[in-house]
């Protein structure tokens, strides 16, 4: 993985405003880990993806995290202040590629959700359905007794089982916060995202750059790709001088 410039970075924005998150991922990816090929970054584990996700948040906007909650209990904002370390020490150590079950004389192989998987459901509105979408792409064999069956023939036991053996060989994908709210004192654990996260980051990086970018063209006569080689602290000092 390497760090990407800001005009790198800003084509990935550009090019991932109109597309799902999932493939946003992608092509943060992609851009930042040429020696992989976009089907194996497809193909990792959710957690092992945000994994990578968090290193190049780090790499892109350094340690420090900071962010806006909201307490369920009684709505008042909290800010969130935290440093990617402590993210980092939640994701765990990996994920496994392929795992086995084996109950009621059922017998499945099953892999983690992928970025593909996560695509494929993203319009799904019914979340039973989207539930089982994800489950049969994840379900890699299943047999009763020797014998291969269709996903519709899983008793219930079996699905939930394999439900939680998807998370006990992802523990990555869900990563959640421990908060306490200071004025009501509710306590709750929150899921956190961290391609959320990170894009609302960049969203917020790419309109400041692209108005310096604006200013200074305006002021200098400057091209974008001009202003974008000078230093975010060497622009900051032609805007203050403007």
Same mark, same amino acid.
């Given at each position: $993985?390497?760090a990407?410039?800001?005009?790198?970075?800003l084509?990935?924005?550009?090019?991932?405003?109109?597309?799902? =998150?999932?493939?946003?991922?992608?092509?943060?990816?992609?851009?930042?880990? =040429? *020696?992989?090929?976009?089907?194996?970054?497809?193909?990792?584990?959710?957690?092992?993806?945000?994994?990578?996700?968090?290193?190049?948040?780090?790499?892109?906007?350094?340690?420090? $995290?900071?962010?806006?909650?909201?307490?369920?209990?009684?709505?008042?904002? #909290?800010?969130?202040?935290? *440093?990617?370390?402590?993210?980092?020490?939640?994701?765990?150590?990996?994920?496994?590629?392929?795992?086995?079950?084996?109950?009621?004389?059922?017998?499945?192989?099953?892999? =983690?959700?992928?970025?593909?998987? #996560?695509?494929?459901?993203?319009?799904?509105?019914?979340?039973?359905?989207?539930?089982d979408?994800?489950?049969?792409?994840?379900?890699?064999?299943?047999?009763?007794?020797?014998?291969?069956?269709?996903?519709?023939?899983?008793?219930?036991?079996?699905?939930?089982?394999?439900?939680?053996?998807? +998370?006990?060989?992802?523990? $990555?994908?869900?990563?959640?916060?421990?908060?306490?709210?200071?004025?009501?004192?509710h306590?709750? +654990?929150?899921?956190?995202?961290?391609?959320?996260?990170?894009?609302? *980051?960049?969203?917020?990086?790419?309109?400041?750059t692209?108005?310096?970018?604006?200013l200074?063209? +305006?002021k200098?006569?400057?091209? *974008?790709?001009?202003?974008?080689?000078?230093?975010?602290?060497?622009?900051?000092?032609?805007?203050? $001088?403007?």
């Open positions: $993985m390497r990407l410039s800001e005009l790198e970075l084509n990935a924005w550009e090019l991932g405003q109109c597309q799902t =998150p999932p493939l946003r991922a992608l092509i943060l990816l992609a851009s930042s880990c =040429p *020696e992989y090929s976009l089907d194996s970054i497809a193909g990792l584990g959710t957690g092992v993806r945000d994994c990578f996700l968090l290193t190049l948040r780090e790499i892109t906007f350094g340690q420090l $995290m900071l962010g806006l909650i909201s307490c369920p209990e009684c709505r008042e904002k #909290l800010e969130l202040n935290f *440093e990617v370390n402590d993210l980092r020490s939640k994701f765990g150590s990996g994920s496994e590629s392929e795992g086995t079950i084996s109950l009621y004389g059922y017998d499945l192989k099953v892999r =983690p959700v992928n970025t593909y998987d #996560l695509q494929s459901i993203v319009r799904l509105k019914d979340l039973s359905r989207a539930r979408e994800l489950l049969q792409r994840c379900i890699l064999k299943i047999e009763y007794q020797g014998n291969a069956l269709p996903f519709d023939g899983l008793p219930k036991d079996v699905i939930e089982a394999v439900e939680a053996k998807l +998370e006990e060989m992802d523990p $990555m994908a869900d990563v959640r916060l421990a908060l306490s709210c200071p004025s009501c004192g306590k709750w +654990e929150a899921p956190f995202d961290i391609l959320s996260f990170f894009w609302i *980051e960049i969203e917020s990086w790419a309109h400041h692209l108005r310096e970018v604006h200074l063209a +305006e200098y006569g400057w091209s *974008e790709s001009d202003i974008l080689s000078l230093s975010p602290n060497r622009r900051r000092i032609y805007m203050e $001088m403007s």
